[in-house]
């Protein structure tokens, strides 16, 4: 018999105190039951949001040592603006490495156990993978509220660096303060990052594996894609870096830092926050909604309504409405209580 | 002024007594505002389905000829079965072709009236191209809804032709009684078609243009795909047709004419359609949903909500269960009734 798994408040208030195990079982919550947990939910939005920078990019081109070295420069603090703006310290950094199309995390995915060698004495950086598990809305809800767990945990900083370049981890990608989308030099010309939708979401621009050939052909494709696209307040840079030695890091840093300051300086930094909770809101209702969906068509009631519309009785449209109107009560009084999560499935696996 | 468009009761009626204006009118209502037209959709499901013979395959593949002399065929009637079943008259024959990609429809295309010309001064056969132009659900709602409404409108035998291989494509063609998989030699290997899903779809392949060089290869890598899938009571056959000559058409139409038979024989045809009502039905549930969600994130408790999370008074999820709680008297008592389209958008273009 495995010991009693620790109720929900146990784990926020050790969370929340620095207790790295309770943080990681608070993250598989989140993975597993999302905002059903009402109780995490209410625990991570009721913080400030963290610094989030997304990363992104083909599988392949280094994003993993990239964030590994950025974490490294980051623990330095946000550097001194060209605008006069002080430094800043960042204390804590977190970084949530997101992967769609695999079933594991939690420290599952052997990259993560390589990675965490690199920061592993360092207690103020914590690494997680973090997969889908059922979760209602997918990875598109989990991440976000994975990422204000962190912090309220205490992470001001948090990186999200997404593996492959599907819709979902763009997505998922894009929803930082600022995004970093990562190419290399063998990686095509830049018309793959357009399409892939890349050159949308992008703040800053990596060519990593700076020290292959093409290095100077991918950069001038991607400034002249830039300078076709619509004009803006920010116009992002186009940096180069060799992960593996960190050469450009530093570089990387700073044009995160002033893309930071940017967004301050120009109240970017509220709407694009705020258009985020919009989007938030708007998939947690979709799925919630999806959820009623789904309850209605495994019902006995559906079952007789195909029948009469095989008999020609009844419509699809009639016999939807019909299964609509009858639903009782609506979300939240039933089927999705917040309560249903918080004492049975907070224990398992970590 | 133009003259006052005609109610659709009247519409329905005159239909159903053979005016092929009043079924044009008729489908483009469906392809507009799709089940919203009450009316329509209970004239539709009322009667039986007519039989269903889908046509997909990559564009080029030829296969707007091929419907085309297939249809010429058809009017011939089913032909008697090995089985010993009768030959079976088939009145009047309706083609639907379906363009995902186009906003064009209603005869606009092109195609469509080179087509016609062949079939023009036969008043047994309809042809009709579709495409999306806002209905609710899109194609996957309004291309059934079509098909049943010709069947109401006395055809018993609809043909859907999609152009492309998409999703979308794939999935209207598959919703057939029978689905016919057309590749040409020069299509490339099989394993495109097998990727593309067509494999688990098709009821029958064509080699069109089999005039052409490759033409036993593609025969023999589509064999050798079909050793490999699972086991099941029906083996597609793979036929090869020159659809310019109408070479193997003959052939074609007693292939889809054997199909038909093995369903009505094994009740495999009762299962298929009653599994795609299942579809419809949930299909049209979610979207009558999405529309409910579409409404609440426009309204001004949707706006409240999202500056309570910014300013950390409320979580998404509390926030979406708020806003669902709210919702007063669901579906079809305000938003979504079946009379809104009725009397206002019948007339307009064709």
Redesign the interface.
């Known amino acids: 018999m495995s010991p009693t798994p620790p109720a929900l408040a146990e784990l926020l208030d050790s969370a929340a105190a620095g207790d790295r195990v309770a943080l990681a079982r608070l993250l598989s919550v989140v993975e597993r039951c ?3 947990s ?1 109780e995490v ?2 625990y ?5 949001p963290p610094y989030t920078v997304g990363l992104t990019g083909a599988p392949g081109s280094g994003k993993s040592t990239l964030t590994n070295e950025l974490v490294g420069v980051a623990r330095r603090g946000w550097p001194a603006g060209e605008d006069g703006a002080a430094a800043e310290a960042v204390g804590h950094v977190a970084v949530l490495a997101v992967d769609p199309s695999s079933p594991f995390s939690g420290g599952a995915i052997l990259g993560d156990r390589v990675r965490m060698q690199r920061h592993a004495t360092d207690p103020s950086v914590f690494i997680r993978s973090m997969a889908t598990r059922g979760h209602l809305g997918g990875l598109a809800l989990a991440v976000p509220e994975a990422v204000r767990v962190l912090g309220a945990a205490g992470f001001p900083l948090v990186f999200v660096e997404t593996v492959g370049v599907g819709q979902m981890e763009v997505e998922v990608a894009s929803a930082a303060d600022t995004t970093v989308v990562v190419v290399t030099p063998g990686w095509g010309d830049a018309m793959q990052a357009s399409k892939a939708g890349l050159l949308e979401i992008a703040d800053v621009f990596v060519v990593n594996k700076g020290d292959r050939p093409g290095v100077n052909e991918a950069r001038r494709d991607l400034q002249q894609m830039l300078d076709l696209s619509a004009p803006s307040d920010w116009r992002p840079p186009v940096l180069t870096t060799v992960a593996s030695t960190g050469a450009g890091i530093d570089e990387l840093w700073d044009a995160v830092a002033r893309h930071r300051a940017h967004l301050v300086s120009t109240g970017g930094l509220e709407l694009r ?2 258009a985020r ?2 989007q ?3 998939r ?3 799925a ?3 959820e ?2 789904r309850a ?2 495994a019902g006995r009631r ?1 079952e007789e ?2 029948r009469a ?2 008999k ?1 009785e ?12 009858r ?1 009782r009560g ?4 039933t089927s ?1 209580g ?1 309560t249903t999560v918080g004492g049975t499935t907070v224990g398992g696996t970590t």
Chains 1, 2 share one sequence.
């Open positions: 999302g905002g059903r009402g939910a209410g991570a939005y009721a913080a400030p926050r705020e909770l919009e938030e809101l708007r947690v209702l979709a919630l909604v999806l009623e969906v209605l068509a559906f309504a195909v519309i095989a020609g009844l419509d699809p449209y009639r016999a939807a409405e019909d299964l609509l109107r639903r609506g979300v939240g009084g999705v917040g």
